[in-house]
T-cell receptor
């Protein structure tokens, strides 16, 4: 049973819309991460957080933003969706830095 | 710069045909190496963690080994359900996992 949940699982949305992808975990992990992955391609880290009120940009530049107001919740927001944002977005968490990650099932976003 | 390279990019096997995947890494001070399995459209699923050269871990038909410069994931007598992309990752100096590009394995009956 998954301990990290992402919603929605699939999303098709029009250009210019504001969207928020939800990620919640029940493990009490301080470290949380957002990855972007195109089909058949590598995982790219776009945001991470080491605790409440701590957020950092990842290795891949992204127009999205994140917030971490509660330990268990790490939502990702796109203020104005574009077709170039079409991708799979994966959320992960870990207990300590350097430990393995637990991943959610992902949100497949399509912007038309 | 920390780097993780996986080979081959893709591997097509007949059911029962054993093979190995390679993960080579360059990091300053290895703090663990992680193997994941990813099915299409899903998040990666944790398989193994290896911490020191010579260490081995096994799970069903999979066995992971670690040397000072690389790790191997051996698939023994694979079945079609072993078809997936296999990812390896190492922590960088900040503790964030650096993932390789993965090896896509297809096992045909």
């Amino acid at each position: 049973e998954a301990d990290i949940y992402q919603t929605p699982r699939y999303l098709v949305i029009g250009t210019g819309k504001k969207i928020t992808l939800e990620c919640s975990q029940t493990m009490g992990h301080d470290k949380m991460y957002w990855y972007q992955q195109d089909p058949g391609m590598e995982l790219h880290l776009i945001h991470y957080s080491y605790g409440v009120n701590s957020t950092e940009k990842g290795d891949l530049s992204s127009e999205s933003t994140v917030s971490r107001i509660r330990t268990e919740h790490f939502p990702l927001t796109l203020e104005s969706a574009r077709p170039s944002h079409t991708s799979q977005y994966l959320c992960a968490s870990s207990e300590y830095t350097g430990y393995g990650y637990t991943f959610g099932s992902g949100t497949r976003l399509t912007v038309v | 710069e920390d780097q993780v390279t996986q080979s081959p990019e893709a591997l097509r096997l007949q059911e029962g045909e054993s093979s190995s995947l390679n993960c080579s890494y360059t990091v300053s001070g290895l703090r663990g190496l992680f193997w994941y399995r990813q099915d299409p459209g899903k998040g990666p699923e944790f398989l193994f963690t290896l911490y020191s050269a010579g260490e081995e871990k096994e799970k069903e038909r999979l066995k992971a080994t670690l040397t000072k410069k690389e790790s191997f994931l051996h698939i023994t007598a694979p079945k079609p359900e072993d078809s997936a992309t296999y990812l390896c990752a190492v922590p960088d100096s900040w503790g964030k996992l650096q993932f390789g590009a993965g090896t896509q394995v297809v096992v045909t009956p």
